[in-house]
């Protein structure tokens, strides 16, 4: 039976499965760190997918779900905050002369959008706007039943949109952007800049303050730790009004361990939703739901990445 090999490579860890054809369940799945000392992550990821190749059925495309910015068509990953190294590099050549069979890369957050929409929350959706709040903010956008992608391939870096043009530097080192304002780093440095402010509140402002401990003190009623979330959800609502005036879509899905935080953010980001929304008819209809894959959206929509490009 014909199998497709998917790996997700994250900030912490790179995961690998194997897939039947007619299947969402793995038979094989493994995983290992992103970062080691020696350095060498393409024989990392190799002998991870050396892990999980089958031993009787045909591997028909190995698929990537990475970190970008990328290029979808050649395999060459641009470059990535999480791997340095990583500029320029021709990943999808180097599997498919290693492994012999085809290799299809996308931004992760892409194949997330597409895992949802094939296997999750949206099935059944035609116009998908998946956005994932973690360490940073990615997004995905389906349109009409595909995958925008835009003419380079790096479409939907839906956590680039500014929102702030004087605001705080991003990670990309441009200010102002939806990720600086609404992740989880963002939560945690407004916390630590309010603390040394002096602002008061049972949180303190050590090196490794979360922002799931600061939605667990607003939890028990900490104000500051209530007005962090609310000014990420104020800001993130901002920019979902922006980016519904653009896409139309007919479901958004969050994805990421943020979006974990429930009422905490997405009160007062439905709030700010409806104050920004240029005509309440975009609103009609308009469902808002969480990611229902977990830490396997980029897994299964690596997979739906291959099997679309091998039209199955």
């Not at 303050?209 to 600061?214: G, K, M, P, V």
């Not at 939890?219 to 800001?235: H, N, P, T, V």
């Amino acid at each position: 039976m014909d199998a497709y090999v998917t790996v997700d490579i994250g900030g912490t860890h790179i995961r690998a499965a194997t897939f039947l054809r007619d299947s969402t369940q793995p038979i094989k799945h493994q995983r290992t760190s992103t970062h080691s000392a020696d350095g060498a992550l393409l024989d990392r990821i190799s002998t991870l997918i050396e892990t999980v190749w089958p031993e009787k059925e045909k591997v028909k495309a190995i698929s990537v779900a990475s970190p970008g910015p990328l290029d979808p068509k050649s395999g060459v990953i641009l470059a990535t905050p999480n791997i340095p190294e990583w500029r320029d590099f021709p990943l999808g050549p180097k599997l498919a002369d290693r492994f012999g069979v085809p290799v299809y890369i996308d931004n992760d957050a892409n194949l997330a959008a597409l895992g949802e929409w094939r296997y999750g929350a949206g099935k059944g959706y035609h116009d998908v706007l998946y956005l994932t709040i973690s360490t940073g903010i990615g997004g995905g956008v389906i349109v009409n039943d595909q995958l925008l992608r835009g003419a380079r391939g790096m479409g939907a870096e839906l956590g680039h949109v500014t929102v702030l043009p004087d605001g705080p530097l991003c990670s990309c080192g441009q200010p102002g952007h939806l990720e600086a304002l609404a992740s989880g780093p963002a939560i945690v440095r407004f916390v630590r800049e309010q603390l040394a402010a002096g602002a008061q509140s049972a949180l303190k402002a050590n090196p490794g303050l979360t922002a799931r401990q600061i939605a667990e003190a607003a939890g028990q009623g900490d104000a500051l730790a209530r007005q962090a979330f609310q000014q990420a959800g104020e800001y993130l609502g901002l920019a979902l009004a922006s980016l519904i005036h653009i896409f139309d879509p007919s479901i958004v899905i969050f994805g990421g361990g943020v979006s974990q935080s429930g009422r905490l953010l997405f009160d007062p980001m439905k709030a700010s939703l409806r104050k920004y929304i240029f005509h309440p008819a975009f609103l009609n209809n308009l469902a808002i739901k969480t990611a229902a894959l977990g830490d396997d959206a980029g897994l299964l929509g690596a997979l739906a990445l291959a099997k679309m490009a091998l039209k199955y």
